[in-house]
C-alpha cells in the first residue's frame, strides 16, 4: 500500500514499506520516490537478525538503473554495478528499465517477494522526534557543596587529595550548605527565567554506585530551587524556537571512576561533593540540531554569568539528552531512552541522530523500543545499552533530615537578580543598534562575554566600531586559534589595537604590514609605533619614490605589458605584487595602482 504526502498542492514524495521474511530472516525495504525536484526511486534496506538496525540504501535513477550508495555488513543482499539488477535474500532481482515510478516498482517487488517469502506491505507510519535535555553543570566555587574542601581540577590533581568525613560519607558526619552555591544556582534560574522557590527543600536521591560513597546523592526533587523558565534558541534557518525549562535545581557532584584495561576500576573522590545544577528541560526539542543549539546557549549563559567554565572535556559541563519518538500528530510520548554524560556537542548531535534512526528503525519493523539509558561510543559512532531506565520512584526520594529546608529571603534573591550581568541576545541587540554592526559580527562578538567586553573597550578608547570588529573577527581571531590563547590573556590591549588601526587609516602601513605588526604586538605587547620604527615598515606613499620602480619594472616585461594592452588586464594583479616585492611589501597599494594604470593604458 502506499502512503502519499501532498506539498503546496503538487505531489513531492511517496514512500511505503515492504516487509519479508527469507530464510529465517526478517527485512525491511523503504521505498521512497521524490517527485518532481528529484526523479528518482530510493530503497533502504532494513535487516534484523538480532534486533539492531543495520541497512544497505540504494537509489534508481530516471532511466531505471538502481546505484548502492553504502553499506555496512558485507554479508548483506548487494545490489549488482551493472543496470537493472538488485540482488537480495532469495535470489536475482530483475528490474526492468520501465520500471521507473513507485507504483510500478512496488508492484513488481510485491509480485517476486510473493514468489520467494512470505510478504507483508503496508502504509508508513511518520514519526517526529521528542526529546528533552537534562544539562548538570558543576559551579565555580572554591569549595565544595556541603563541607569546606577545596574544589580541584579533576583531571590534574591527585586523586583523593581534596576530601574528607563529610564528601567521602562517613557515619556521624553532617552537611553544611554552601551559600556562595545557591547564590550561582539562583544566578543561572533567573537568567533562563524560572519562578524562583523562595521554600526548597534538599532531598536524598537512593541508588548504589561505586562513586557514591553515601549510598544516596544529595539532590532536589519535589521543591526544587527553581520552575517553570524557558530560553529562546535561533535556528539556523532563522526560526526562534521557545523552549520550556521544567526545573533548575541544586545537588553534590559524585566520584570519578576509571576503568583499567586489565579489570578493575579506580574511584577518585576529589569530584564528590562538588556543587552541581540541573537544568531539565520540557520533551520541546524536536532534532538533534535544536539539542545542540540549546545545549550551546546553555553554556554560553553560564559562562557568562562565571558560574560554570563550559570545559566539556573535563567534565564540569554534561548532557544526557531523553529521546523517543511519536506519530505525527500524536500527544502521547513515545518510549524513550536516556544517553548519559556527553562530553561533547557533537557527541550530543550525532549521538541523538542515531538514537532517532535506530528507534524509527525498530518502531518501523514492528518492534518496541525498550526504556533504558545507553552510552555513545565514540569509536563506533553507534550508542550501546548500559541498564534498564529509572523512574523516580525508584530513587525513593526523602527529605534529607540532616538538612533544613532552604529559605531564600526575597531581598536576597532581588540583589542576585539586580547584579546578573547583560546576557548574550541582549547584547547582540545592543551591539547591532549603538555600534550599527551586522547581525553576523554582533554575534560572533558576543559569543565570549570576555570578547565583548573587550571590543567594547577598544571602541571606548576611540575606534571605529565596524573596524575594531572587521580587525577583531579577521585578523586577531586567527592569531588566538593559532596559539590556544584566550584573548584576555593576550598581552595586546584594545587602545593598542586602536593605534594599530589609525596607522592603516592615515596610510602609515598598509595592510599587509599592519598584519605582520599586529602578529608582534600580540606575541610582545609593544607598541604599533615602536615595532613599524624597528623594523623599517612605513609605507611608501611618494609618487616620486615609486615610479621609478613602476618604469623600471614595466620596461623589464614588455611582453607582459603587451599582453595587458592586448586585453589581459589580470595581469595588473601581477605587476602590483611585483612592485610590493620589489618594496618589500612597503609601498602604498592604492597609489601603485594607480600609477600603473597610467603607464599602462
Given at each position: 500500500?502506499?502512503?502519499l504526502?501532498?506539498?503546496?498542492?503538487?505531489?513531492?514524495?511517496?514512500w511505503?514499506?515492504?516487509?519479508y521474511?527469507?530464510?529465517g530472516?526478517?527485512?525491511?525495504?523503504?521505498?521512497?520516490?521524490?517527485l518532481?525536484?528529484?526523479?528518482?526511486?530510493?530503497?533502504?534496506?532494513y535487516l534484523?537478525?538480532?534486533?539492531?538496525?543495520?541497512?544497505?540504501?540504494?537509489?534508481?535513477?530516471?532511466?531505471?538503473?538502481l546505484?548502492?550508495?553504502?553499506?555496512?555488513?558485507?554479508?548483506?543482499?548487494?545490489?549488482?554495478?551493472g543496470?537493472?539488477?538488485?540482488?537480495?535474500?532469495?535470489?536475482?532481482l530483475?528490474?526492468?528499465?520501465?520500471v521507473?515510478?513507485?507504483?510500478d516498482?512496488v508492484?513488481?517487488?510485491?509480485?517476486?517477494?510473493?514468489?520467494?517469502?512470505?510478504?507483508?506491505?503496508?502504509?508508513v507510519?511518520?514519526y517526529?522526534?521528542?526529546?528533552?535535555?537534562?544539562i548538570?553543570?558543576?559551579?565555580?566555587?572554591?569549595?565544595?557543596m556541603?563541607?569546606?574542601?577545596l574544589?580541584?581540577?579533576?583531571?590534574?590533581?591527585?586523586?583523593?587529595?581534596?576530601v574528607?568525613?563529610?564528601?567521602?560519607?562517613?557515619?556521624?558526619?553532617?552537611p553544611?550548605?554552601?551559600?556562595?552555591a545557591?547564590?550561582?544556582?539562583?544566578?543561572?534560574a533567573?537568567a533562563?527565567?524560572?519562578?524562583?522557590?523562595?521554600?526548597?527543600?534538599?532531598?536524598?536521591?537512593?541508588?548504589?554506585?561505586?562513586?557514591?560513597?553515601k549510598?544516596?546523592?544529595?539532590?532536589?526533587y519535589?521543591?526544587?530551587?527553581?520552575?517553570?523558565?524557558?530560553?529562546d534558541?535561533?535556528?539556523?534557518?532563522?526560526?526562534?524556537?521557545?523552549?520550556?525549562?521544567?526545573?533548575?535545581?541544586?545537588?553534590?557532584?559524585?566520584?570519578?571512576?576509571?576503568?583499567?584495561?586489565?579489570?578493575g576500576?579506580?574511584?577518585?573522590f576529589n569530584?564528590?561533593?562538588?556543587?552541581l545544577?540541573?537544568?531539565v528541560?520540557?520533551?520541546?526539542?524536536?532534532?538533534?540540531?535544536?539539542?545542540?543549539?540549546?545545549?550551546?546557549?546553555?553554556?554560553?549563559?553560564?559562562r557568562?554569568?562565571?558560574?560554570?567554565?563550559?570545559?566539556?572535556?573535563?567534565g564540569?559541563l554534561?548532557?544526557?539528552p531523553?529521546?523517543?519518538?511519536?506519530?505525527?500528530?500524536?500527544?502521547?510520548?513515545?518510549?524513550?531512552?536516556?544517553?548519559?554524560?556527553?562530553n561533547?556537542?557533537?557527541a550530543?548531535?550525532?549521538?541523538?541522530?542515531?538514537?532517532?534512526?535506530?528507534?524509527?528503525?525498530?518502531?518501523?519493523?514492528?518492534?518496541?523500543?525498550?526504556?533504558?539509558?545507553?552510552?555513545?561510543?565514540?569509536?563506533?559512532r553507534?550508542?550501546?545499552s548500559?541498564?534498564?531506565?529509572?523512574?523516580?520512584?525508584?530513587?525513593?526520594?526523602?527529605?534529607?533530615?540532616?538538612?533544613?529546608?532552604l529559605?531564600?529571603?526575597?531581598?536576597?534573591?532581588?540583589?542576585v537578580?539586580?547584579?546578573?550581568?547583560?546576557l548574550?541576545?541582549?547584547?547582540?541587540?545592543?551591539?547591532?543598534?549603538e555600534?550599527e554592526?551586522?547581525?553576523y559580527?554582533?554575534?560572533?562578538?558576543?559569543?565570549?562575554?570576555?570578547?565583548?567586553?573587550?571590543?567594547?573597550a577598544a571602541v571606548?578608547?576611540g575606534?571605529?566600531?565596524?573596524?575594531?570588529?572587521?580587525?577583531?573577527?579577521?585578523?586577531?581571531?586567527?592569531?588566538l586559534?593559532?596559539?590556544?590563547?584566550?584573548?584576555?590573556?593576550?598581552?595586546?590591549?584594545?587602545a593598542?589595537?586602536?593605534?594599530?588601526?589609525?596607522?592603516v587609516?592615515?596610510?602609515?602601513?598598509?595592510?599587509?604590514?599592519?598584519?605582520?605588526?599586529?602578529a608582534e604586538?600580540?606575541?610582545?605587547?609593544?607598541?604599533?609605533?615602536?615595532?613599524i620604527?624597528a623594523?623599517?615598515?612605513?609605507?611608501?606613499?611618494?609618487a616620486?619614490?615609486?615610479?621609478?620602480?613602476?618604469?623600471?619594472?614595466?620596461?623589464?616585461?614588455?611582453d607582459?605589458?603587451?599582453?595587458?594592452?592586448?586585453?589581459?588586464?589580470s595581469?595588473?594583479?601581477w605587476f602590483?605584487?611585483?612592485v610590493?616585492?620589489?618594496?618589500?611589501?612597503?609601498?602604498?597599494?592604492?597609489?601603485?595602482k594607480?600609477?600603473?594604470?597610467?603607464e599602462?593604458?
Amino acid at each position: 500500500m502506499l502512503h502519499l504526502f501532498e506539498k503546496n498542492s503538487e505531489l513531492f514524495v511517496s514512500w511505503a514499506l515492504v516487509r519479508y521474511e527469507s530464510e529465517g530472516i526478517s527485512y525491511l525495504l523503504q521505498i521512497t520516490a521524490v517527485l518532481p525536484d528529484e526523479s528518482r526511486l530510493q530503497i533502504r534496506d532494513y535487516l534484523f537478525p538480532d534486533g539492531n538496525r543495520k541497512y544497505a540504501y540504494y537509489w534508481m535513477e530516471p532511466d531505471g538503473q538502481l546505484r548502492r550508495r553504502w553499506d555496512n555488513a558485507p554479508h548483506w543482499p548487494a545490489i549488482a554495478t551493472g543496470p537493472h539488477h538488485m540482488h537480495l535474500a532469495g535470489g536475482e532481482l530483475p528490474v526492468q528499465s520501465t520500471v521507473t515510478n513507485l507504483e510500478d516498482l512496488v508492484a513488481f517487488l510485491h509480485e517476486w517477494f510473493a514468489a520467494t517469502g512470505s510478504v507483508h506491505t503496508e502504509a508508513v507510519i511518520e514519526y517526529e522526534p521528542v526529546i528533552g535535555l537534562e544539562i548538570h553543570a558543576e559551579l565555580l566555587t572554591e569549595s565544595k557543596m556541603f563541607c569546606s574542601c577545596l574544589v580541584v581540577d579533576s583531571v590534574t590533581a591527585a586523586p583523593n587529595t581534596a576530601v574528607c568525613p563529610i564528601c567521602l560519607g562517613m557515619p556521624g558526619m553532617l552537611p553544611v550548605i554552601n551559600r556562595r552555591a545557591v547564590e550561582y544556582a539562583l544566578r543561572v534560574a533567573l537568567a533562563l527565567n524560572c519562578e524562583i522557590q523562595p521554600h526548597n527543600v534538599f532531598a536524598r536521591k537512593n541508588y548504589f554506585y561505586p562513586d557514591l560513597p553515601k549510598a544516596y546523592q544529595i539532590s532536589q526533587y519535589e521543591q526544587p530551587l527553581a520552575r517553570h523558565g524557558w530560553l529562546d534558541i535561533e535556528l539556523e534557518s532563522g526560526e526562534t524556537r521557545r523552549i520550556r525549562i521544567r526545573r533548575v535545581h541544586m545537588e553534590e557532584d559524585t566520584g570519578k571512576l576509571t576503568h583499567r584495561h586489565e579489570g578493575g576500576s579506580l574511584v577518585d573522590f576529589n569530584r564528590s561533593g562538588v556543587p552541581l545544577l540541573e537544568i531539565v528541560t520540557d520533551p520541546d526539542l524536536r532534532s538533534a540540531e535544536e539539542a545542540r543549539v540549546y545545549a550551546m546557549k546553555i553554556r554560553q549563559i553560564l559562562r557568562y554569568l562565571g558560574v560554570n567554565s563550559g570545559d566539556m572535556e573535563k567534565g564540569v559541563l554534561r548532557v544526557e539528552p531523553n529521546i523517543s519518538l511519536r506519530p505525527v500528530g500524536s500527544q502521547k510520548l513515545g518510549t524513550r531512552t536516556e544517553l548519559k554524560n556527553l562530553n561533547s556537542f557533537r557527541a550530543l548531535a550525532e549521538g541523538t541522530a542515531y538514537e532517532l534512526e535506530r528507534q524509527a528503525a525498530i518502531l518501523q519493523a514492528g518492534g518496541e523500543v525498550v526504556q533504558e539509558t545507553r552510552g555513545w561510543h565514540e569509536g563506533r559512532r553507534a550508542t550501546f545499552s548500559q541498564r534498564s531506565k529509572e523512574e523516580a520512584h525508584d530513587y525513593r526520594y526523602f527529605p534529607d533530615p540532616d538538612l533544613p529546608p532552604l529559605a531564600l529571603a526575597e531581598g536576597w534573591i532581588a540583589v542576585v537578580r539586580a547584579a546578573l550581568p547583560e546576557l548574550p541576545d541582549t547584547k547582540i541587540a545592543r551591539f547591532q543598534q549603538e555600534f550599527e554592526l551586522p547581525a553576523y559580527d554582533a554575534r560572533v562578538l558576543a559569543e565570549d562575554r570576555s570578547t565583548a567586553e573587550w571590543f567594547e573597550a577598544a571602541v571606548a578608547a576611540g575606534g571605529n566600531p565596524k573596524g575594531v570588529a572587521n580587525w577583531l573577527i579577521n585578523s586577531l581571531f586567527s592569531l588566538l586559534n593559532e596559539q590556544k590563547q584566550s584573548l584576555e590573556a593576550s598581552p595586546l590591549q584594545p587602545a593598542q589595537l586602536v593605534r594599530l588601526i589609525a596607522l592603516v587609516d592615515d596610510q602609515t602601513i598598509n595592510q599587509t604590514s599592519a598584519k605582520e605588526v599586529l602578529a608582534e604586538m600580540f606575541q610582545t605587547g609593544h607598541a604599533a609605533d615602536k615595532i613599524i620604527a624597528a623594523r623599517g615598515l612605513d609605507q611608501i606613499s611618494n609618487a616620486e619614490a615609486l615610479a621609478p620602480i613602476v618604469e623600471k619594472l614595466l620596461a623589464n616585461n614588455p611582453d607582459a605589458v603587451a599582453q595587458y594592452r592586448a586585453g589581459k588586464t589580470s595581469l595588473l594583479g601581477w605587476f602590483m605584487g611585483q612592485v610590493m616585492r620589489a618594496t618589500q611589501g612597503k609601498a602604498n597599494p592604492t597609489l601603485v595602482k594607480e600609477l600603473l594604470q597610467k603607464e599602462l593604458d
